[in-house]
């Protein structure tokens, strides 16, 4: 289950995201570097955050050094149990604003991945 902070967050970025890949109007000379930053730190940070809070690993037996004695009996490992939630990537066009040739732009559908996100039940 998502707290509701983490889930506000995601929104937040959603929008971030939304705003990069439409292009960065109005900054001068590096557009394209800018955007592409912009865009790979946000897509490490929901890596990331996925791989924080979309594994549940529950510890379902405790384990044990083995005994030693003269004679020696095997140890055991500890068991563990895990969920993982999925995530569904799709497609869907929008516009955006993409650069011409001869250093003009014009508007383009292009398709952009779109993620949803299911928790582990629990």
């Not at 050094?65 to 140890?75: A, C, F, I, R, T």
Request: no cysteine.
């Amino acid at each position: 289950m998502f707290p509701k902070k983490l889930l506000e967050q995601f929104r937040e970025w959603n929008v971030a995201l939304s705003i990069a890949s439409r292009g960065l109007n109005g900054l001068e000379g590096n557009n394209m570097k800018t955007s592409t930053a912009v865009i790979g730190g946000l897509a490490a940070i929901v890596v990331i955050a996925i791989g924080v809070y979309m594994v549940d690993i529950d510890q379902t037996e405790e384990g044990r050094l083995p005994n030693v004695d003269v004679s020696v009996e095997g140890g055991n490992l500890p068991e563990f149990e895990a969920k993982t939630g999925s995530v569904n990537v799709t497609k869907e066009e929008v516009d955006v604003t993409v650069p011409k040739v001869e250093v003009t732009t014009e508007e383009k559908t292009v398709t952009v991945p779109g993620v949803s996100i299911t928790p582990p039940s629990e």
